[in-house]
């Protein structure tokens, strides 16, 4: 059976870091790049990161260049996203899905483009 499980959300304050992982089962991950989304309350999915099959690219939102880093591990069936000085807007669910292609597009936001979720992982930035 398919399936993406996303975990490490959590409570942290303002400037602190986060990893989020998120494990792949029933299918070659190699083969895929991978997107994350985020979704606020009363806000829509956000795209926030895509990486290619082969990590070679990435795609990130403006609002989180240089303080968001995604990577991925294929021998675990893993892809990573590393949350670096958080801020309270960055709080949201956090999702991972699995691109309809290996490569990621200019157009990586849009959720169209991806086949199956996982059921999110909570972030909380809050002092």
């Known amino acids: 059976q398919l399936q993406l499980v996303e975990s490490g959300g959590g409570l942290v304050q303002p400037g602190g870091s986060l990893r989020l992982s998120c494990t792949a089962s029933g299918f070659t991950l190699d083969y895929y790049a991978i997107g994350w989304f985020r979704q606020a309350p009363g806000k829509e999915r956000e795209g926030v990161s895509c990486i290619s099959s082969s990590g070679g690219r990435t795609n990130y939102a403006d609002s989180v260049k240089g303080r968001f880093t995604i990577s991925r591990d294929d021998a675990k069936s893993t892809v990573y996203l590393q949350m670096n000085s958080l801020k309270p807007e960055d709080t949201a669910v956090y999702y991972c899905?699995?691109?309809?292609?290996?490569?990621?597009?200019?157009?990586?936001?849009?959720?169209?483009?991806?086949?199956?979720w996982g059921q999110g992982t909570q972030v909380t930035v809050s002092s």
């Open positions: 899905a699995r691109y309809r292609w290996a490569y990621c597009s200019g157009s990586y936001y849009y959720t169209e483009h991806y086949e199956n």
